[in-house]
């Protein structure tokens, strides 16, 4: 069964350092999102992404962060400069269509910023 | 600003008998409901949804329940098995992105 993976599976870092996540998402889906969730917290939307271009973000998806899909396969989520409150589990997804298409999630980055 | 809760962190359940997860929403923009199971080290896994048009949807144990005037959903699990501990996720979304409850760890004990 096809599905979406995301590397690396944990990445530590320290304050003000730039962090790329990679996610590969399934192969014949067109719409790609990026979530965090905060140890304890609750999932939360950060971007999502289509036809190149990013179609909807919130409000913690602010300058630092941006997204690319640099090839045909790959979906990326770069934060510029890293803070302490960035740390969380960051979350990829796709879907094939909008609205009520499921949205399949990869395993997640642990990112620990120090 | 929670639009989605689920007020209970954890529910623990003995093989073969029922669980009940309950969440509830703010937003009457919602429309189209889902919930997510969890496992440690894994992403968020779709279990099953339902359109605000509806009022039950099953899927073999899984069966969700909506009742949109008192902005309430549950998810029932019937008979529950040890597989079924997890995080459960109650998500709600009026576009197409899904606001995500803090989620329900359900433990079944054999």
């Known amino acids: 069964e096809p599905e979406v993976t995301q590397t690396p599976s944990h990445q530590v870092t320290q304050m003000g350092q730039e962090v790329i996540l990679r996610c590969v998402p399934i192969?014949?889906?067109?719409?790609f999102y990026w979530y965090r969730q905060i140890l304890g917290q609750k999932v939360e939307f950060l971007v999502s992404f289509y036809n190149n271009e990013i179609s909807e973000k919130s409000e913690i998806f602010d300058d630092q962060f941006s997204v690319e899909r640099p090839d045909g396969s790959n979906f990326t989520l770069k934060i510029r400069s890293t803070k302490l409150e960035d740390s969380a589990m960051y979350f990829c997804a796709s879907s094939g269509e909008l609205g009520t298409d499921t949205q399949y999630f990869g395993p997640g980055t642990r990112l620990t910023v120090l | 600003d929670q639009q989605v809760k689920q007020n209970s962190p954890s529910l623990s359940v003995q093989e073969g008998r029922i669980s009940i997860l309950n969440c509830d929403y703010t937003?009457?923009?919602?429309?189209?409901f889902l919930w997510y199971k969890k496992y440690p080290a894994e992403g968020p896994t779709f279990l099953i949804s339902?359109?605000?048009?509806?009022d039950k949807n099953e899927d073999g144990r899984f069966t969700v329940f909506l009742n949109k005037s008192a902005k309430h959903l549950s998810l029932h699990i019937v008979p529950s098995q040890p597989g079924d501990s997890a995080v459960y996720f109650c998500a709600a979304q009026g576009s197409y992105i899904p606001t995500f409850g803090r989620g329900t760890s359900l433990i079944v004990h054999p």
């Open positions: 339902i359109s605000s048009i509806k």
């Open positions: 937003n009457s923009m919602f429309d189209y």
């Open positions: 192969s014949n889906h067109l719409y």
